[in-house]
């Protein structure tokens, strides 16, 4: 079969002809059947007194009974015989379209404000998006997979725009994150730099809420763009090196891995950086393998991007400029003034950044080099593997370490083209020399969980090219294993995100919420709102506003300013515990301790020893008994949380 264009095939998948048998009536009386079940039980579990959303749960899966009898009593639908496996990629279907349809009627009912009357047509209409392609896909084909087989371009298709959808639709409705909070307060002090990152987030962030308002939504719009952008060029990329079939691959990829999934969807450095990582990655290939001289003024923008947003970025220069002294027909750039141009360019656009650090002491170049060097020496080379295990999946790693680890597959050594082995020792440096140096850097020191994210973008070309090269020949061992596991790999991946966001939103059943938020955002709207009404009580009693104090680096303060109901005047009356000694990053430029002495304080901690620890008693005149507060979300209790007022903040006096 040859590649076809997506919509085209998707047409044919939904009509019958071709490799869909034309016997396809019962999908099309279930596709009529199923959406009126579904309204029927969802009228009627409303009536019975159930909740909307319990109601629209339950109507789904009564109606996802009745497609599946339907199907299940016609064996042989569309050429294919009723057997275990149909049953699981039904089943895989169904949630994921629960999955989608949920995170709609939430949107529409406690986003939007519609009745749920109204709000559930639309969600059956939603259903019906997924479940008419994704059912008919399971009665077409009993193999999926991403490289080979019938409908490998239609399942390609449906799963890229099933991730973006499904950010879509709950990247409004999922809490931030504190790092995203935190990032949302760079918007409210807009600068050319900031303490621990260069501007690019705050700027992205200020630019999104300016236009959908501070909302979640607001907060994520860039990070979603971005995301698109780094799929984009991922099929460029990808496409000039090994073709188009590889090309959609990649994209499959690069919407589904974890990485790249939840750097198009939560609002960090990360998501700029990795749109600007693969933009700058595919010009610095135009370059330096297709020697295109213009292309190098289009890489020094990228870079120059990148580099407004994480320094990280210049890794891939130092990546690149290795291979062009290992590459004997690279190395005539190095005479040549496109690159030292390109450079020029990239520097410039990172100026401000510059100009920013040279007037605060260097402070955020500090804080990325000798403060993480000075930290005491800790082996964490465990952590870096498990990191780029959880950021690529096992799958990914293991793919990643077969293919870039060695010499270039067989399909890529016996190409004529001298150009595609030396495009493969490009992205084998590229991938290569960022994890060597991050790798070094673990063997002493702890790494963060996202530091190699956006490097394995490299990775991404010859991970789709091995998975087309693997399904369309007879292969033994890894490569047999990479066939077989890879359209697994990504609909589990799809399940686990549905799943989360719907557990995020929505809740399950019977389980309940993990304390820690920042890593389980759920409760931070209640938080701000308890939190708000002890601050008018304080208020009234102290007769005037406290400055509310997060004891904690940021994540309490940031939540609780978005989260206040007056934001504009909650910018201006939350900080953090830098106030006491500890680090409070950004918190201690937006709050310098001479201005807010003598002022009543609130006191906000997770811990009770926080609000004990002797510091605080040396820095106040006066301090209120510890009170407790529980935080509920769905009438789940998720943690106890401790305050406390203090009067007469007298500064800090200086180690205990």
């Keep these: ?60 899966t009564a109606a996802a009974a009745v497609a599946y009898v339907m199907h299940a009593t016609r064996s042989g639908v569309g050429g294919r015989a009723w057997n275990w496996t149909l049953a699981v990629h039904w ?33 059956v209409l939603a259903t019906v998006a997924v479940t008419r392609p994704g059912y008919a896909c399971c009665v077409s084909f009993s193999h999926w997979s991403l490289g080979d087989g019938a409908g490998r371009e239609v399942l390609a298709v449906c799963i890229v725009a099933f991730a973006l959808l499904l950010r879509l639709i709950y990247s409004g409705q999922v809490e931030l994150l504190p790092e995203e909070a935190y990032y949302w307060n760079y918007s409210r002090h807009l600068d050319f730099g900031y303490l621990d990152h260069p501007p690019m987030v705050g700027w992205l962030i200020g630019i999104g809420t300016a236009a959908f308002g501070d909302t979640e939504f607001g907060v994520r719009i860039s990070a979603l763009c971005c995301g698109a952008i780094a799929a984009f060029f991922t099929y460029r990329l990808t496409r000039n090196l090994f073709g188009a079939p590889s090309g959609l691959v990649a994209v499959v990829l690069v919407q589904t891995l974890p990485f790249f999934f939840l750097s198009g969807m939560l609002m960090t450095p990360d998501a700029p950086l990795t749109a600007a990582w693969i933009a700058a990655l595919y010009f610095l290939e135009r370059a ?39 590459d004997a027909r690279s190395r005539r750039w190095l005479r040549r003034w496109e690159p030292y141009g390109a450079a020029l360019l990239a520097a410039a656009i990172f100026s401000p950044v510059i100009v920013w650090n040279a007037h605060n002491d260097w402070a955020s170049f500090a804080f990325q080099t000798s403060r993480r060097l000075a930290d005491s020496p800790k082996f964490a080379l465990h952590k870096f593997i498990a990191a780029c295990l959880v950021l690529l999946t096992p799958t990914g790693l293991i793919a990643a370490a077969a293919l ?29 020399v960022p994890l060597a140096v991050f790798g070094a850097f673990s063997l002493r020191h702890e790494v963060k969980l996202d530091w190699t994210g956006a490097p394995w973008v490299a990775a991404v070309p010859a991970l789709a090219f ?26 589990a991946l799809l399940l686990i995100y549905g799943v989360f966001f719907h557990y995020l939103v929505l809740g399950i059943p019977g389980l309940g ?11 931070w709207r209640a938080f701000g709102s308890q ?23 940021y994540g309490i303060a940031s939540e609780l300013v978005f989260y ?23 918190y201690e430029k937006w709050f310098p301790l001479e201005p807010q002495i003598g002022r009543t304080l609130l006191l906000v901690a997770w811990d009770r020893d926080d609000l004990a620890a002797a510091r605080v008693q040396a820095s106040v005149e006066r301090l209120e008994p510890i009170q407790i507060g529980v935080l509920t979300h769905d009438n789940h209790v998720i943690r106890p949380y401790y305050y406390r007022v203090a009067h007469g903040y007298r500064g800090f006096p200086g180690p205990e």
């Design 1 to 60: 079969m040859k590649w076809q264009t997506a919509p085209t095939y998707l047409r044919r998948l939904i009509a019958g002809p071709g490799e869909v048998s034309p016997r396809i009536e019962p999908v099309d009386t279930a596709s009529v059947i199923e959406p009126l079940v579904d309204l029927l039980v969802f009228f009627a579990a409303m009536g019975a007194g159930a909740t909307a959303n319990r109601s629209q749960v339950v109507s789904f």
């Design 531 to 553: 939190i708000n009404e002890i601050v008018e009580n304080t208020a009234k009693a102290s007769g005037g506003d406290p400055l509310v104090v997060g004891m904690d680096r």
């Design 91 to 123: 089943i895989v279907v169904s949630l994921l379209a629960l999955c989608l349809r949920s995170g709609v009627f939430v949107m529409l009912t406690s986003g939007w404000g519609w009745p749920a009357h109204v709000a559930i047509l639309f969600s």
């Design 513 to 523: 919420y993990n304390k820690h938020l920042e890593l389980i955002p759920v409760g």
């Design 288 to 326: 330096v393998i297709a020697g295109r001289s213009e292309a190098w003024w289009r890489a020094g923008v990228c870079l120059g991007l990148g580099l407004l947003s994480k320094y990280t970025i210049g890794l891939l220069i130092v990546s690149t400029l290795i291979f062009m002294l290992l």
């Design 564 to 586: 206040a109901p007056d934001r504009a005047k909650s910018v201006g009356e939350i900080s953090s515990a830098h106030l006491f000694g500890k680090i409070g990053l950004m």
């Design 466 to 491: 091995g998975i087309v090269v693997s399904a369309g020949s007879v292969v033994q061992g890894v490569g047999a294993w990479m066939r077989s596991a890879w359209a697994p790999t990504v609909f």
């Design 404 to 432: 870039l680890g060695g010499r270039a597959p067989d399909a890529v050594a016996r190409d004529e083209s001298a150009d595609k082995k030396r495009a493969w020792r490009f992205l084998q440096i590229s991938i290569l």
